[in-house]
């Protein structure tokens, strides 16, 4: 079956330690985004990369870090740095060029826990 | 740049009745449109989509949604709401060219016996 996977689905973390969220397509989108949900926030673009090896900051960059080696993966690194980490992160890919709309398909979330 | 707002955080109704989440948005042009559902802990799932055409379009689980251009508007609507649909509910809004798709804060659907 195509789809998004991200994982762990769970994970707590202790404060001052980084984590990586990974995220794997098989769809053969071109572009992957992370996503921040927050309670009555919405959706907050973390990071995107259109193309393997480029990314592009989102609104709420700071404090984490992405990489693009494959087409497939995006992982998210929470750092130290980000000051209030706890929260639901959602990961989305679609196709690009020709007639794109920008239609996203998400993976199932991973929630993140600082204690 | 684009916005979307969804002006209702929280929407309470009896099932069986009638539903109706607004969604405004903000671009100079036509843009695309699209509402998502989400049940707790969950991903995304995209219910309906607008591009062009007919304005009234169709989605799954018995929505559908009316794109209006002079009220910058692309309201959600569903004639008997079952308690399976109580969720939150995300419009966004995209104006091609790989451009990110913006989304509004979301309303939360509950639906009472």
């Known amino acids: 079956d195509g789809g998004i996977t991200q994982s762990p689905k769970y994970l707590f973390r202790k404060e001052g330690q980084n984590v990586t969220l990974s995220c794997e397509q098989n769809l053969n989108h071109d572009a992957m985004y992370w996503y921040r949900q927050d309670p009555g926030q919405g959706l907050r673009l973390i990071y995107y990369s259109q193309i393997v090896n480029d990314f592009q900051k989102g609104d709420i960059a700071e404090g984490y870090s992405v990489s693009r080696e494959k087409k497939e993966s995006f992982p998210l690194t929470v750092t130290s740095a980000q000051k209030n980490p706890t929260a639901f992160y959602l990961c989305?890919?679609?196709?690009?060029?020709?007639?794109?709309?920008?239609?996203?398909?998400f993976g199932e979330g991973s929630r993140l826990t600082v204690l | 740049a684009q916005s979307v707002t969804q002006p209702d955080i929280h929407i309470t109704v009896s099932e069986g009745a009638s539903l109706e989440l607004r969604c405004n948005y903000s671009?100079?042009?036509?843009?695309?449109l699209f509402w998502y559902v989400q049940s707790p802990g969950q991903g995304l799932q995209l219910l309906l989509k607008y591009f062009s055409g007919d304005t009234l379009v169709q989605g799954i689980k018995g929505f559908e949604a009316e794109f209006k251009r002079s009220q910058s508007s692309f309201n959600l609507r569903k004639p008997s709401v079952h308690w399976s649909d109580a969720a939150e509910y995300f419009c966004?809004?995209?104006?091609?060219?790989?451009?990110?798709?913006?989304f509004g804060k979301g309303t939360r659907l509950s639906v009472i016996a």
């Open positions: 671009y100079g042009a036509t843009p695309y």
């Open positions: 966004a809004v995209g104006v091609g060219g790989n451009t990110p798709l913006v």
């Open positions: 989305a890919s679609t196709t690009l060029g020709g007639r794109n709309t920008g239609e996203l398909f």
